[in-house]
Structures are given as C-alpha cells and as structure tokens.
C-alpha cells in the first residue's frame, strides 16, 4: 500500500517544509517504501504519530486582488509529504472499517447514507478527541494542521 500511494503522489504539488519535493519521493518509492511502512506500522501500533508529522508551515496563499491586502489571502497548511501519505492510510482504514460495518445491514431508502455519515461522524469524534489529548506544543512558525 505504502509502495502505491508514493507511486501516485501528485508531483504537482508544492514540497513540504522538510524540503523534499513529492517527485523525489515517487522516484525513490521502491527504497522508501519498505522504511517508511515500519514506521508508518510502528505509528498504528502505538497510536502515535512522529511530532513533525503532525505540524505544518501555515503559509498566505494569494486568492484574488491585491496582494498588500491579507484579505485577499487564505491559509495554507504545508504539511511533510510522509505525514500526508499516512493520513491516507488512515483514511482508507477508517473508511474500510465503516463500510465493513455497514454490510448486511436492510438497504432502506436514506437509511444506508443515514448510517454511513452517522458512523462516520462518530469516527471522526473519537480521532479528534485522541488528538486533542496527544498534541503537541506548536514550535515558532509552525501550526498544527
């Protein structure tokens, strides 16, 4: 999974504050993958994420206007390339579990859809409160994402 999500990785996007480009990443997917899985193995194990994984460099990203005018500007979060392949780990697991969790239940018209985003919800409740109690302390420049 890991060797296939580096082999996609969109190397139109910007690098992250690591400094290394996601086209470097892709190139070296077939060296990278088999670390980056123990580490990624390692993180579902314990529950924890690597600090730097978690932060992000929050940029202004011009919109339209003038540029002098922060109005005209949004925030960006520029995360590590790794941190965001393992989000998509994560994101695949929780939605095969939910999906997993709605087999055989009686399709009645709305229900399925009701139960999905219920379910869903639910989840997406109990990995904020995990990482509510986990964060860590923000350094100089730097913002959770």
Request: with cysteine; glycine share 8%.
């Amino acid at each position: 999974m890991v060797r296939d999500l580096l082999h996609h990785l969109d190397t139109h996007k910007s690098m992250g504050p690591e400094g290394i480009h996601p086209r470097a990443l892709r190139k070296l997917a077939e060296v990278l993958a088999k670390p980056l899985s123990i580490i990624y193995q390692q993180s579902w194990l314990t529950g924890e994420v690597p600090v730097d994984w978690r932060l992000a460099n929050v940029m202004p990203l011009h919109k339209k206007g003038r540029k002098e005018d922060l109005g005209n500007s949004r925030p960006v979060s520029l995360t590590l390339v790794p941190g965001k392949v393992i989000e998509q780990i994560i994101l695949s697991a929780i939605m095969q579990h939910i999906v997993l969790g709605l087999r055989g239940k009686v399709m009645v018209v709305g229900k399925y859809r009701s139960d999905f985003c219920e379910k869903l919800l639910e989840a997406t409740d109990r990995a904020n409160a995990s990482w509510l109690q986990n964060r860590p302390t923000t350094g100089q420049g730097r913002a959770h994402q």
